[in-house]
């Protein structure tokens, strides 16, 4: 994979923006991961936060996904909450603290991307709920 020559230092400021600039070949798998979050967390406002495709409910961030010359990643805050959830179909995949890792060489996990999504809205209702009391 190469770096797309509009990636370099830019600062994103639209979901778009960062999809065009993406490294070339990882495109496509941006727009799927996309798609799948909108058709999942309908109600979420889709922004960038930390210079990636951030979705949030109420002020609070519940999914963002990037990608990278290897893998595209979805990335969630809380994280212990999912990732003891889904732990099992996780176990396929390189993990850290907030991240999980989908290689390149590989399908995205569609029907799994979709639970973890609806999961974090949920579980980011839960606490915006909790906060309001």
């Known amino acids: 994979m190469t770096e ?11 979901v778009d923006e960062y999809i065009d600039a993406s490294l070339i070949g990882v495109e496509e798998r941006l727009v799927e991961m996309r798609r799948i979050i909108r058709a999942a967390a309908p109600e979420t ?5 930390y210079n990636i495709p951030a979705y949030k409910t109420d ?12 893998h595209t990643s979805l ?18 995949y390189k993990t850290s603290k907030s991240a999980i890792r989908f290689p390149l060489d590989e399908p ?11 999961f974090r809205v949920n579980e980011a209702a839960d606490y915006v709920a909790s906060k309001r009391r």
Do not use: M, N, Y
Not at 45 to 49: D, G, M, P, R, V
């Open 4 to 14: 797309h020559p509009d990636r370099e230092k830019k600062t994103f400021t639209t």
């Open 108 to 118: 995205l996990p569609v029907d799994l991307i979709d639970a973890i999504v609806r």
């Open 59 to 70: 002020g609070v961030v519940v999914v963002q996904f990037a990608g990278f010359t290897e």
């Open 75 to 92: 990335t969630f805050f809380p994280t212990a909450g999912a990732f003891s959830k889904f732990s099992d179909e996780l176990a396929a």
């Open 45 to 49: 406002e889709e922004t960038i936060s």
